[in-house]
């Protein structure tokens, strides 16, 4: 702004989304008042070199005061929230690390938190911006375009995670208690066994080291009442070692691979067949063979696998890419019945969980055309 004497920095630009290192800001503006101030020059500055009063962050805003010139001029940069106003100032002023600033292309379908909240009543307003944000970073390169295919990707990520539960949680003696384990039978000498017998007091599994599944001594007979959840499977990943054990993949209950391949991400998967084929061979057909390893069964494996529920932009990014190896957008394109159960048998391999996938699909719709 006048007065300052280093590179000019900006020009204006329209509305949009800009980056900063990792981080993108969606509604970008610049804003000089007033509006016929012709041949004032926005440049770049050290932060000892101006008066601070003449600098406040306000309202989502940066906003220069340039007292110098014989009119006053303000320049108001306008962000999302105060947050990414303050990366922009230390952008601008100390030079933060991974500091080049971008404009990136406005998605050609964008959607905001307001609307996901909308669609999503209980997730946080916090939540559903993150989320709005990732999908409009994304949505272009995968094709999201319009309001059929957003409305069939947000009812998929909704109805499995709410888009805030990304991690399978554990469980409490009670839902221990409800849950299908404690009621999933097999027969024992011809008679109806509980398979998880060890999940109770007095029932114990003859051998947590190998496969088929171990039966208890003594056997836990369907119909027998008053059983008492053993303290080690309470609010305990223990408890997905056991239960996910000598199943889809996964080894035996001392492997931990229950819990290792317990389900993640805004798509949620369980146990080791389908991480393998449904996330770490879609991941290499999409991003190339090498790129991440989720299966190896090492520290970094895990910690691969534990982002893609921690960590928002690679949860996402693994959405997109069971989306993208679907070819998800071909039964998008409109939003019936019909469409959302060949898009939900596309993406999850069945019909589970249908009627939350239909009722989300068509709550976004008819928020996203309104």
């Not at 993208?324 to 898009?343: L, M």
Request: hydrophobic share 30%; net charge neutral; with cysteine.
């Amino acid at each position: 702004m006048g007065g300052f004497n280093q590179k000019p920095l900006f020009v204006l630009i329209p509305l949009g989304q800009i980056s900063i290192g990792d981080i993108c800001i969606d509604n970008f503006s610049l804003e000089l008042l007033p509006h016929d101030a012709s041949g004032v020059q926005v440049y770049s500055s050290k932060k000892d070199q101006y008066d601070d009063l003449a600098v406040k962050i306000s309202d989502n805003s940066l906003i220069f005061n340039d007292y110098q010139s014989p009119t006053t001029k303000t320049l108001t940069l306008k962000t999302d929230n105060n947050e990414q106003t303050t990366l922009v100032e230390k952008w601008l002023f100390e030079k933060a690390k991974g500091g080049d600033v971008s404009i990136t292309t406005q998605a050609k379908f964008p959607i905001t938190g307001v609307q996901l909240k909308e669609i999503f009543t209980k997730t946080e307003q916090s939540r559903c911006d993150e989320v709005a944000m990732l999908i409009n970073k994304y949505s272009n390169k995968y094709g999201i375009d319009n309001a059929e295919k957003m409305s069939h990707f947000i009812g998929q990520i909704g109805a499995e995670t709410n888009l805030s539960q990304l991690k399978e949680l554990t469980y409490t003696a009670k839902n221990i208690e409800n849950s299908r384990f404690a009621t999933t039978t097999r027969k024992y000498k011809g008679k109806k066994v509980i398979k998880y017998c060890d999940l109770f007091e007095g029932y114990d599994a003859i051998s947590t080291d190998s496969c088929p599944f171990p039966y208890c001594e003594p056997p836990l007979y369907e119909g027998t009442t008053g059983l008492i959840v053993k303290s080690k499977y309470v609010k305990n990943t223990t408890l997905f070692d056991y239960v996910y054990a000598c199943r889809m993949g996964n080894g035996t209950i001392d492997s931990k691979d229950g819990s290792r391949f317990k389900g993640r991400g805004f798509i949620q998967l369980t146990g080791y067949n389908n991480y393998k084929t449904m996330l770490q061979e879609k991941w290499d057909k999409v991003h190339g063979v090498g790129n991440k390893d989720f299966m190896c069964r090492s520290a970094e494996c895990d910690k691969n696998l534990d982002m893609t529920a921690e960590d928002l932009d690679m949860a996402m990014q693994t959405a997109l890419t069971f989306w993208a190896d679907a070819n998800a957008n071909d039964f998008a394109g409109e939003v019936s019945n019909d469409a959302i159960k060949k898009v939900t048998y596309e993406i999850n391999g069945g019909y589970n969980g249908l009627p939350e996938r239909k009722l989300y699909t068509k709550k976004a719709y008819k928020t996203l055309k309104k």
